[in-house]
T-cell receptor
Framework: DVKVTQSSRYLVKRTGEKVFLECVQDMDHENMFWYRQDPGLGLRLIYF???????EKGDIPEGYSVSREKKERFSLILESASTNQTSMYLC????????????????FGSGTRLTVV | DAKTTQPTSMDCAEGRAANLPCNHSTISGNEYVYWYRQIHSQGPQYIIHGLKNNETNEMASLIITEDRKSSTLILPHATLRDTAVYYCIVRAMNYGGSQGNLIFGKGTKLSVKP
C-alpha cells in the first residue's frame, strides 16, 4: 500500500513561531502536494512539487514556503505562524503515468491539525 | 478546470446501492473525471477515475454519460463505513503545471443508515 505519512497528527504552536510540517511518501512518487482544509472552504492547494528541488505555488501560498530536498519528503514551512493559519493540513502524493499524463489518483496523508494560539 | 455540481447531501440504506450524481457540463475533451471520498477526520481517499468509458474497481463503479456532461458513482452495497463526503473532480490530462492539480469542491455528504 502507498503510504503518505505526516509527522504529527495534532500540533499547537504560538503566534510568531516557525513551524515545520513534514510529509514522507514511500512509493517513489514524483508529485507531492500540500493542501489546507477549513470548514466551508474545502481543500485549498498551498504548494506543489513535481520533482526534487522543484516547487510551484498553488492557490494560497502566502505565509508558507516549502522544501523538497529528497524525492520522498516534502516539507511545509510557516515562517511566522499566525492564528489564521489554524487549520487541517493535508499532504498528498501521486505518480504521473508516462503515456498519457493523466496521472494516477492522489494518496493523502491523515492530516495535521495545527492550532496557532 | 471545469466545475462540477453535486448535491449537498444524500441518504442511503445500508446494503442498498448508493448512486451519487455529478454534473460537469463544461468538461473538456482532455479532462478526466475523478472521485474521492473523505471519511471524518481522515485525508481524502481516491476511489476511481475515467475519461469516457465506464469503469469499475473493487470499491465502486463509474458511469459517464455519452456526452460526458455528467457521471454517477455507484457503491453497489453501501455499508455504514461508506458514510463520508464524496468529491467529484475533473482534471486536465496534461499534468504540466497547475492545470493538472485537483480542485476540490464541497462534495456530497453521504449518510448510510442502518
Amino acid at each position: 500500500d502507498v503510504k503518505v505519512t505526516q509527522s504529527s497528527r495534532y500540533l499547537v504552536k504560538r503566534t510568531g513561531e516557525k513551524v515545520f510540517l513534514e510529509c514522507v511518501q514511500d512509493m517513489d512518487h514524483e508529485n507531492m502536494f500540500w493542501y489546507r482544509q477549513d470548514p466551508g472552504l474545502g481543500l485549498r492547494l498551498i504548494y506543489f512539487s513535481y520533482d526534487v528541488k522543484m516547487k510551484e505555488k498553488g492557490d494560497i501560498p502566502e505565509g508558507y514556503s516549502v522544501s523538497r530536498e529528497k524525492k520522498e519528503r516534502f516539507s511545509l514551512i510557516l515562517e511566522s505562524a499566525s492564528t489564521n493559519q489554524t487549520s487541517m493540513y493535508l499532504c498528498a502524493s501521486s505518480l504521473t503515468r508516462p503515456m498519457d499524463g493523466s496521472g494516477y489518483g492522489y494518496t493523502f496523508g491523515s492530516g495535521t491539525r495545527l492550532t496557532v494560539v | 478546470d471545469a466545475k462540477t455540481t453535486q448535491p449537498t447531501s444524500m441518504d442511503c440504506a445500508e446494503g442498498r446501492a448508493a448512486n451519487l450524481p455529478c454534473n460537469h457540463s463544461t468538461i473538456s475533451g482532455n479532462e478526466y473525471v475523478y472521485w474521492y471520498r473523505q471519511i471524518h477526520s481522515q485525508g481524502p481517499q481516491y476511489i476511481i477515475h475515467g475519461l469516457k468509458n465506464n469503469e469499475t474497481n473493487e470499491m465502486a463503479s463509474l458511469i459517464i454519460t455519452e456526452d460526458r456532461k455528467s457521471s454517477t458513482l455507484i457503491l453497489p452495497h453501501a455499508t455504514l463505513r461508506d458514510t463520508a463526503v464524496y468529491y467529484c473532480i475533473v482534471r486536465a490530462m496534461n499534468y504540466g503545471g497547475s492545470q493538472g492539480n485537483l480542485i476540490f469542491g464541497k462534495g456530497t455528504k453521504l449518510s448510510v443508515k442502518p
